[in-house]
């Protein structure tokens, strides 16, 4: 006789399980169509991306756990857990099909029989006990460990015990089988044949009331997923597979023309897959230990705003639902989100990058800042001279638009603005024309420009900010007015390539400019620097001694991907091994200066500044080089309050490269 097992044996009225499947199905049904209801309340938003690359990102993220797996401990307990659902249900699903399919198809006839049956078996006791040791890991963890990031409420407590519950009693059901009936082939049901000994030899009642109890159990979970923390199964998968694939810097343009509401002041003012982000949540934490303006003790968490949001959700929901407009309900911002958390971010996307399941963080905050600046008038007073500059003079500074290329006075560089000609325009930005520190980084591109015969002009007293700014700071209006102003200027003046020194600029002409018709094919200098040594237009010396090491600029690096043109840049004019810092590439930690925080003054908790420039002190480094002017106005001042400014010296890239361009 073939290794087999009847599915109902032992159990009587075993037709009472598909009504109370039913039931189960009609309280996990209901609950997400409640959650997508609750969606359909923000307002519309296009999903782009074609379909073969949303497929492979759940392949990859959602079923592989492509970054959850970025961190191992915590990955890996993960994984068991996921492993052990996914196999079990897979199982479950082949046992009720063999029962109630393959029978009607063929008879009494099974599949389920033989060596199938035997690995099937061994399998999922494996399978089983992966889970049950996920599941006491985490517990473990959680309340155990208790790391800062992980909040702790009732439903974590009755999920893990219930999943625990359910995998127990199904080990339960399976040893008290095998004690009643002692099949020959028990000892490929590894885990129920070395449980068999706790039941009575021959003994069936056992078997009857756990089979029962492990099915209501079962049951009953998958009629609470939809309204617990576990419908993230459902809805971070989705949230993958929606997921943008824009670069994390690209904001959303407000139809200024169109629009009757600018940003977010009520929940249903975000889009629907704003929405959707916030259930895909895990409350993980990852956004949380990577944020700047959290480490720094500042109010800000990326995880609380979205668990703030989400609260926020399910409590109007079913208000909207109902016809209430909420127009006479309290601000998001001041009650479910305090100004003190949306004003802190630096947008540095270090939270996105951390994300799991690809939640946008920034773009919630950024539409909060816009309900506040545009519609409110709300905002730091130190941004009304920023606001007014840029509105004024074009640049955030202040200073009259008219010295804007003051910082070029004799040199050889070609100005576009008084009728000259150049095949690439280089913006130089509201940084390299009026911060006396970066106008240095200026000229010395000149000089490497001029070394390598480059056909570079600026625009001179015509350019203006890029609006990059204002963009992050939520002044929308002010943004797109500066933008279509120099989109325009460059297509009068037939631009068509542009480089720049600034990731801010970079990423803003690069990425959002398009959403204005403003289509350029633009560089930062730090590609050109790269390309032009790799072609030998430049010729350098290797005969730096220093000990230098690199930061990545955030807006460079996760906004733009450019991680290894700098460090080859570097390599190239060092004769000492590039020391990398202990938070690098994709988890570098934020100057503190993006997301229009170089505007704001930094009073509560520690300067972000400070902290990035302790890992600098602490590389051993000589030089901190950067390829960002925000950056190094910061680490400039990390160096002074460290009392560092004669040990350590902080450098564009551009300036290293100058000062090693053989004579």
Same mark, same amino acid.
């Given at each position: 006789?073939?290794?087999?097992?009847?599915?109902?044996?032992?159990?009587?009225?075993?037709?009472?399980?598909?009504?109370?499947?039913?039931?189960?199905?009609?309280?996990?049904?209901?609950?997400?169509?409640?959650?997508?209801?609750?969606?359909?309340?923000?307002?519309?938003?296009?999903?782009?991306?074609?379909?073969?690359?949303?497929?492979?990102?759940?392949?990859?993220?959602?079923?592989?756990?492509?970054?959850?797996?970025?961190?191992?401990?915590?990955?890996?307990?993960?994984?068991?857990?996921?492993?052990?659902?996914?196999?079990?249900?897979?199982?479950?699903?082949?046992? =009720?099909?063999?029962?109630?399919?393959?029978?009607?198809?063929?008879?009494?006839? =099974?599949?389920?029989?033989?060596?199938?049956?035997?690995?099937?078996?061994?399998?999922?006791?494996?399978?089983?006990?992966?889970?049950? $040791?996920?599941?006491?890991?985490?517990?473990?963890?959680?309340? !155990?460990?208790?790391?800062?990031?992980?909040?702790?409420?009732?439903?974590?407590?009755?999920?893990?015990?219930?999943?625990?519950?359910?995998? !127990?009693?199904?080990?339960?059901?399976?040893?008290?089988?095998?004690?009643?009936?002692?099949?020959?082939?028990?000892?490929?049901?590894?885990?129920?044949?070395?449980?068999?000994?706790?039941?009575?030899?021959?003994?069936?009642?056992?078997?009857?009331?756990?089979?029962?109890?492990?099915?209501?159990?079962?049951?009953?979970?998958?009629?609470?997923?939809?309204?617990?923390?576990?419908?993230?199964?459902?809805?971070?998968?989705?949230?993958?597979?929606?997921?943008?694939?824009?670069?994390?810097?690209?904001?959303?343009?407000?139809?200024?023309?169109?629009?009757?509401?600018?940003?977010?002041?009520?929940?249903?003012?975000?889009?629907?897959?704003?929405?959707?982000?916030?259930? @895909?949540?895990?409350?993980?934490?990852?956004?949380?230990?990577?944020?700047?303006?959290?480490? =720094?003790?500042?109010?800000?968490?990326?995880?609380?705003?979205?668990?703030?949001?989400?609260?926020?959700?399910?409590?109007?929901?079913?208000?909207?639902?109902?016809?209430?407009?909420?127009?006479?309900?309290?601000?998001?911002?001041?009650?479910?989100?305090?100004?003190?958390?949306?004003?802190?971010?630096?947008?540095?996307?270090?939270?996105?990058?951390?994300?799991?399941?690809?939640?946008?963080? !920034?773009?919630?905050?950024?539409?909060?800042?816009?309900?506040?600046?545009?519609?409110?008038?709300?905002?730091?007073?130190?941004?009304?001279?920023?606001?007014?500059?840029?509105?004024?003079?074009?640049?955030?500074?202040?200073?009259?638009?008219?010295?804007?290329?003051?910082?070029?006075?004799?040199?050889?560089?070609?100005?576009?603005?008084?009728?000259?000609?150049?095949? $690439?325009?280089?913006?130089?930005?509201?940084?390299?024309?009026?911060?006396?520190?970066?106008?240095?980084? =200026?000229?010395?591109?000149?000089?490497?420009?001029?070394?390598?015969?480059?056909?570079?002009?600026?625009?001179?007293?015509?350019?203006?900010?890029?609006?990059?700014? @204002?963009?992050?700071?939520?002044?929308?209006?002010?943004?797109?007015?500066?933008?279509?102003?120099? !989109?325009?200027?460059?297509?009068?003046?037939?631009?068509?390539?542009?480089?720049?020194?600034?990731?801010?600029?970079?990423?803003?002409?690069?990425?959002?400019?398009?959403?204005?018709?403003?289509?350029?094919?633009?560089?930062?200098?730090?590609?050109?620097?790269?390309?032009?040594?790799?072609?030998?237009?430049?010729?350098?010396?290797?005969?730096?001694?220093?000990?230098?090491?690199?930061?990545?600029?955030?807006?460079?690096?996760?906004?733009?991907?450019?991680?290894?043109?700098?460090?080859?840049?570097?390599?190239?004019?060092?004769?000492?091994?590039?020391?990398?810092?202990?938070?690098?590439?994709?988890?570098?930690?934020?100057?503190?200066?993006?997301?229009?925080?170089?505007?704001?003054?930094?009073?509560?908790?520690?300067?972000?500044?400070?902290?990035?420039?302790?890992?600098?002190?602490?590389?051993?480094?000589? $030089?901190?080089?950067?390829?960002?002017?925000?950056?190094?106005?910061?680490?400039?001042?990390?160096?002074?309050?460290?009392?560092?400014?004669?040990?350590?010296?902080?450098?564009?890239?551009?300036?290293?490269?100058?000062?090693?361009? @053989?004579?």
């Amino acid at each position: 006789m073939p290794a087999s097992r009847e599915v109902f044996w032992n159990i009587s009225y075993n037709f009472l399980m598909y009504p109370l499947m039913v039931v189960a199905l009609v309280f996990f049904f209901y609950g997400f169509y409640r959650r997508i209801k609750y969606w359909k309340l923000g307002q519309q938003e296009e999903i782009t991306g074609t379909v073969l690359a949303r497929i492979k990102s759940l392949l990859v993220y959602a079923i592989g756990q492509g970054r959850i797996l970025k961190e191992k401990y915590p990955g890996l307990i993960h994984l068991s857990i996921f492993i052990g659902f996914v196999f079990l249900f897979i199982g479950t699903v082949i046992v =009720s099909f063999d029962y109630d399919i393959w029978h009607l198809l063929f008879g009494q006839s =099974s599949f389920l029989i033989g060596d199938f049956y035997l690995i099937f078996s061994v399998v999922l006791d494996i399978v089983g006990v992966m889970a049950i $040791i996920g599941i006491l890991a985490a517990a473990f963890r959680r309340y !155990i460990q208790r790391p800062e990031r992980l909040n702790n409420v009732f439903d974590d407590a009755l999920i893990l015990f219930w999943v625990l519950f359910i995998l !127990i009693t199904g080990f339960l059901v399976e040893a008290s089988r095998i004690a009643a009936l002692d099949p020959p082939w028990k000892n490929w049901s590894v885990i129920g044949s070395a449980m068999a000994g706790i039941f009575p030899a021959g003994e069936t009642s056992w078997h009857r009331i756990f089979w029962w109890v492990h099915l209501v159990a079962a049951f009953g979970f998958i009629a609470y997923i939809p309204y617990s923390r576990l419908k993230h199964i459902f809805t971070s998968a989705l949230n993958i597979y929606l997921r943008s694939f824009e670069p994390i810097g690209v904001l959303k343009p407000i139809d200024i023309e169109k629009a009757e509401v600018f940003g977010a002041s009520k929940i249903n003012d975000f889009t629907w897959k704003h929405l959707l982000d916030l259930d @895909a949540c895990t409350s993980c934490g990852r956004c949380q230990d990577q944020c700047p303006a959290y480490i =720094s003790e500042k109010p800000l968490s990326p995880k609380k705003v979205i668990l703030d949001l989400l609260d926020n959700l399910n409590e109007k929901a079913p208000l909207l639902l109902k016809g209430d407009k909420l127009e006479s309900d309290q601000p998001l911002v001041g009650f479910a989100v305090q100004a003190d958390e949306i004003w802190s971010c630096t947008t540095c996307g270090a939270c996105v990058e951390a994300c799991p399941v690809f939640i946008n963080h !920034i773009d919630k905050i950024v539409e909060l800042r816009r309900d506040r600046v545009l519609m409110e008038g709300d905002f730091p007073t130190e941004l009304n001279q920023t606001f007014k500059g840029m509105e004024n003079n074009f640049n955030p500074w202040g200073i009259g638009f008219s010295s804007r290329a003051d910082w070029a006075e004799g040199l050889d560089i070609k100005r576009l603005d008084k009728g000259e000609k150049a095949e $690439i325009l280089w913006f130089v930005g509201c940084a390299g024309s009026y911060d006396d520190r970066i106008k240095k980084v =200026s000229q010395s591109f000149v000089k490497i420009l001029t070394a390598a015969n480059m056909d570079v002009g600026i625009l001179g007293t015509e350019e203006k900010c890029c609006g990059e700014t @204002a963009r992050r700071l939520g002044n929308e209006y002010l943004a797109q007015t500066l933008m279509e102003m120099n !989109i325009e200027l460059f297509n009068e003046m037939g631009i068509k390539k542009i480089v720049t020194f600034c990731p801010h600029c970079y990423n803003t002409l690069k990425d959002e400019y398009p959403q204005f018709n403003g289509n350029f094919e633009v560089m930062h200098s730090s590609e050109l620097l790269a390309e032009l040594i790799e072609s030998g237009k430049i010729k350098l010396n290797n005969n730096n001694e220093q000990k230098i090491t690199y930061h990545d600029s955030c807006y460079l690096g996760r906004y733009s991907n450019i991680y290894q043109q700098p460090r080859d840049v570097i390599n190239r004019i060092c004769s000492n091994p590039l020391i990398e810092l202990k938070r690098n590439k994709n988890r570098s930690l934020c100057c503190g200066a993006g997301g229009g925080r170089m505007w704001l003054e930094e009073t509560i908790g520690e300067r972000i500044n400070n902290i990035r420039t302790d890992d600098v002190l602490e590389s051993g480094a000589n $030089i901190v080089a950067s390829a960002c002017p925000y950056c190094l106005t910061m680490f400039t001042d990390g160096l002074k309050d460290r009392e560092a400014i004669d040990k350590v010296a902080a450098m564009d890239i551009i300036e290293l490269v100058a000062q090693a361009i @053989a004579n």
